[in-house]
C-alpha cells in the first residue's frame, strides 16, 4: 500500500518480498575449487523468493547434494558474500544438519497498524488477512533434518558486510547449530532478526522518491547471539579485499592446512 499526498493507493510493490534492494544477480551456482578441486563451492548470489526460483533451488540443492557424495568432497565453502536476502534458506540448510530445527522464534507488526487493518489494501487483500499469512507461516516453519540425505561434511560460510536478511539468517542458525564455521567478516544483516516480508511505501511529490518501510519484524530462532545489536560474528576472520578472489582465496588456504594437521 502506497500513501501517495495522503492518500492510501496500491502499489505495485511487490508487497511478498522479503528484501526491498535489487539483487545484484540472480541464481546460484557449484563449482570445485582449490589445486586438486577438492573443496565444493556454493555461490549463492540470492535466496529463492518466487514460486519459479524456488522450484530451480530447489533443484539445484539436490543435484548439487548428488556432486557431493559422489565426488566424496569433505569440504564445502557457501559463499553468500553480497547476498541482499530472499527466502527459503532451508532448502540448503536442510543437507547439512543433523537435527530439525524452527526458522523463527516470531514474526510480529512492526507499526500497530493491525488496528487499521480492515482499511488498508495489499494487492487486493486486506492488511488483516495478509498479516496472519506470514506470521503463520515463518514462525512455524522448519529445517527438516533428511535421514540418509544429511551430508557430514565440513561447511564454511564466506560472508562480508553485504550479507543481509535471509542471508545473515541463514549464517546466524549455521553458528547457533554448529554446522559449520563463519569466514570473513561481520554480516551487515543482525545475528538475532531482521525486518521485511511485507512493505508500505510513501511517496515523496518534489523529489518523486518513494519511500518503502517494512511492517514485519522477524526474530530468529537462535539464542546463542553474541550482541543482539550486531551482524554474525566470523569464526574465521579474513579481511576484505577489493577483489573477491583474494578472500576466496585465503579461506581456501586455511581449509587446506587444517586438513593438513
Known amino acids: ?97 543433523p537435527t530439525s530445527f524452527k526458522l523463527m522464534s516470531s514474526t510480529i507488526d512492526t507499526f500497530g497498524l493491525a ?5 488498508l489494501l495489499f494487492h487486493g487483500t486486506t492488511y488483516e488477512n495478509v498479516l496472519k499469512t506470514p506470521a503463520k507461516s515463518e514462525s512455524s516453519r522448519q529445517v527438516d533434518f533428511q535421514g540418509d540425505l544429511y551430508l557430514d561434511i565440513n561447511i564454511y560460510v564466506l560472508v562480508n558486510g553485504r550479507t543481509a536478511s535471509a542471508a545473515s539468517h541463514f549464517a546466524s542458525l549455521v553458528k547457533e547449530h554448529d554446522l559449520g564455521k563463519i569466514a570473513g567478516t561481520e554480516t551487515g544483516g543482525r545475528a538475532s532478526g531482521c525486518n521485511g516480508n511485507l512493505y508500505c511505501s510513501y511517496f515523496l511529490p518534489y523529489s518523486g522518491i518513494e519511500l518503502y518501510f517494512p511492517l514485519m519484524v522477524n526474530t530468529y530462532a537462535v539464542d546463542q547471539i553474541e550482541n543482539p545489536n550486531h551482524g554474525v560474528f566470523p569464526d574465521i576472520f579474513i579481511e576484505e579485499e577489493l577483489s573477491d578472489d583474494l578472500e576466496l582465496t585465503k579461506l581456501i588456504e586455511i581449509i587446506n592446512e587444517h586438513n593438513m594437521r
Do not use: M, W, Y
Not at 488496528?115 to 482499511?119: L, M
Open 115 to 119: 488496528k487499521h487493518s480492515k482499511d
Open 1 to 97: 500500500v502506497t500513501l501517495h499526498d495522503g492518500a492510501l493507493v496500491e502499489s505495485s510493490f511487490d508487497a511478498t518480498s522479503t528484501s526491498v534492494s535489487t539483487p545484484k544477480c540472480q541464481g546460484f551456482d557449484f563449482s570445485l575449487v582449490g589445486d586438486e578441486k577438492k573443496i565444493g563451492l556454493i555461490k549463492v548470489f540470492n535466496f529463492p523468493s518466487d514460486e519459479k526460483s524456488i522450484a530451480d533451488f530447489e533443484k539445484f540443492c539436490t543435484k548439487t547434494r548428488s556432486k557431493l557424495e559422489r565426488k566424496k568432497i569433505k569440504d564445502v565453502i557457501i559463499d553468500i558474500r553480497d547476498n541482499g536476502g530472499g527466502d527459503r534458506i532451508d532448502l540448503l540448510l536442510r543437507n547439512f544438519t
